[in-house]
């Protein structure tokens, strides 16, 4: 299974941006998919997941301005991000991890079995 991370780019504070995450060779209907970041000198963290079933899960520092879904026909996961700051500024990453089909997903990296290359979101003030 191999992922490819696209559409960071730099962006205005209070603007939004779209990340895709295109799976191949794994199906969205047994994997789960995860959106971390990474920002300079910081330990990745956990943004969001959806579950093999669709069930979408946040944590907070995306809850209520982010977005996670999926496009299954495209194998490919969205992480719509709205309201950006600088502060979220970081290398963004998705990674899947192999659920079967279950409502259960998780945004621990030490749970995931495969990493796509990150892609870079710059924000300026």
């Known amino acids: 299974v191999q992922l490819q991370a696209f559409g960071g780019g730099l962006v205005q504070k209070g603007g939004s941006l779209r990340l895709s995450c295109e799976v191949f060779g794994g199906s969205l209907d047994v994997y789960a998919v995860t959106w971390f970041r990474q920002a300079p000198g910081k330990e990745r963290e956990g943004l969001a997941c959806i579950s093999s079933t669709g069930e979408p899960y946040y944590m907070d520092s995306v809850r209520g301005r982010g977005t996670i879904s999926r496009d299954s026909a495209k194998h490919t996961v969205y992480l719509q991000m709205n309201s950006l700051t600088p502060e979220d500024t970081a290398v963004y990453y998705c990674?899947?991890?192999?659920?079967?089909?279950?409502?259960?997903?998780?945004?621990?990296?030490?749970?995931?079995?495969?990493w796509g290359k990150g892609t870079q979101v710059t924000v300026s003030s």
């Open positions: 990674a899947a991890d192999y659920r079967g089909s279950t409502w259960y997903c998780e945004t621990v990296q030490n749970g995931m079995d495969y």
